[in-house]
């Protein structure tokens, strides 16, 4: 989850200076099979080899503390994989003798894989969880030192790829590479992409949205960046632009919204790429140094650092933003556990949305209505309904076991949530009880989006994959990815652009690239 930004763009460009010079001054920890093996006497601090950190003491020994604590998970984990391997072994053995076997034979499958799988994505969440809070109280200790608390957690607390190097994923078949091709790899951010969005006018152009503290414009066509946004003292955590008007609504850790206008000229088309190459979708990429992608990013481009509105009043992080239907007023979402409605034209709060017991994550509009949904830490999320100016109603929606992370409108009278506790639910606001569908997958679910036209459902999830499913649950495909191609770290968001007939689904994540894939839908449903 995205968290404040207190460092300045000047000491955050310092501290990211050259990757030479970064690599030379890293950290180097001799790792030791337990606590219990090392000698009496034995100081944490021993464990460095170069003596020559920039690092204040302080900092130093809290770092080692964390890396300690993670290794101490990690081989309580170990353990357990090796007690469970052997469980496994043992009930092969009997079966085999009784001519049977575990599913075919394949230890790697059935109730102790599920229970194994279970037990890593425990872990997984509860470090991400606990970098959550630690970023956010420790901000102040940790800006200006080195580069913000983003640069140290992408590179730490996702694991260097997370939990799929335990857990395998599925192979993706022959059938749905032909189906999801990508297209475009958009590389320029310093950071993290938390959020993107296509704007609703023309020129038709992509936004990002990224702990650097930035939010950048693209060629959807050429992958240029048009125009950066550099206005925020924080993380830039979501991103959605006007419906009628070049203005874009940006929310980040800063405890602020900003309304900022924009004007763009569109490059020269630039011939399709070859995207008939095979790939190995078994390949891993996780021993790929965090941050290192394809492409040099943008040069120099323009950059507005003007709002013309600052929409303030939160007391925390604002975690995202929306524009109601009409583009007059505007919701944000924030850690104070509310969300704000405001004026476009005063910048006036008009609602303190409040009643959620934890941080909110999310937030989303109507496409047609005024109607609001605000998704919580608390396992629940909130359908606030403006359309009656005398009456404000809220229902709650309970359903979740853990952190909702969005819910989003359908074209229609659906809501679709997805969690941390690794299901999608799809929600019929007339029937508000109990889901009509319900998705479960291997990991959890972030920032998902849906098809306007298909209604097609694109979950990005903490295990660097996308997934495709209709409203009734049903697994339509998995985005190719490989050594080569797809991303490599955890996918923050997903967002559809139908009305670009071969660009049309965009994903990010902490790999600070954004990719645009072409998705044959008439060909996928019809597979369906």
Request: hydrophobic letters at 35%.
């Amino acid at each position: 989850m995205p968290v404040e930004g207190g460092s300045s763009s000047g000491s955050a460009s310092a501290a990211r200076h050259p990757k030479q010079k970064r690599k030379a001054h890293s950290l180097s920890i001799r790792r030791t099979n337990s606590t219990e093996d090392r000698p009496p006497g034995f100081q944490r601090g021993d464990m460095l080899e170069g003596q020559d950190s920039k690092l204040p003491p302080s900092l130093r020994n809290n770092l080692l503390d964390l890396f300690g604590q993670i290794e101490r998970e990690f081989e309580n984990l170990y353990i357990e994989n090796v007690e469970l391997r052997r469980e496994i072994d043992s009930l092969n053995e009997r079966l085999t003798g009784d001519g049977q076997t575990i599913e075919g034979g394949d230890p790697t499958k059935g109730a102790l894989k599920t229970k194994a799988s279970h037990s890593t994505s425990q872990l997984s969440q509860k470090l991400k969880t606990t970098y959550k809070a630690s970023t956010s109280k420790r901000l102040y200790t940790f800006h200006g030192k080195i580069g913000g608390p983003r640069n140290f957690s992408v590179a730490t607390w996702e694991l260097w790829g997370g939990d799929s190097w335990i857990v395998s994923s599925f192979k993706a078949t022959a059938g749905s590479r032909a189906l999801c091709q990508l297209l475009k790899e958009y590389v320029g951010h310093r950071d993290g992409i938390w959020d993107l969005s296509i704007t609703r006018t023309q020129p038709v152009v992509l936004g990002t949205a990224s702990a650097d503290h930035s939010a950048l414009l693209w060629s959807i066509e050429t992958g240029k960046c048009l125009l950066r946004y550099a206005g925020h003292a924080g993380s830039v955590n979501s991103i959605k632009f006007h419906p009628t008007e070049q203005m874009a609504l940006t929310a980040s850790g800063d405890q602020t919204a900003h309304i900022w206008r924009y004007m763009v000229q569109l490059p020269a088309p630039q011939p399709p790429p070859d995207v008939s190459a095979p790939c190995d979708d078994d390949q891993d990429s996780s021993d790929r140094e965090e941050g290192e992608v394809d492409g040099e990013g943008p040069c120099e481009v323009p950059t507005v650092r003007l709002a013309t509105a600052t929409l303030k009043g939160h007391q925390g992080v604002v975690i995202a933003a929306d524009w109601l239907v009409g583009g007059r007023q505007v919701v944000t979402a924030s850690w104070d556990r509310a969300a704000n409605l405001y004026e476009v034209e005063t910048s006036e709060l008009v609602h303190a949305l409040t009643g959620h017991d934890q941080e909110l994550t999310h937030c989303c509009t109507h496409p047609t209505q005024r109607l609001v949904v605000t998704s919580s830490r608390d396992t629940t999320f909130r359908l606030w309904d403006f359309r009656d100016p005398s009456i404000h109603s809220v229902n709650v929606f309970q359903g979740h076991t853990d952190t909702v992370t969005s819910a989003v409108f359908t074209v229609g009278d659906n809501v679709v949530s997805g969690s941390d506790d690794r299901t999608v639910k799809v929600w019929d606001l007339k029937n508000m009880r109990s889901p009509i569908a319900t998705i479960r997958t291997d990991s959890a679910v972030n920032r998902i989006s849906v098809s306007a036209n298909q209604r097609i459902i694109a979950l990005p999830h903490d295990n660097r994959q996308v997934r495709l499913f209709d409203m009734s649950g049903v697994r339509l495909a998995r985005l190719p990815r490989s050594n080569r191609m797809g991303h490599r770290r955890m996918v923050c968001c997903t967002a559809w652009n139908e009305e670009n007939q071969s660009c049309n689904l965009f994903s990010c994540g902490f790999d600070r690239q954004a990719i645009g894939w072409n998705i044959n839908i008439p060909a996928l449903l019809q597979e369906k």
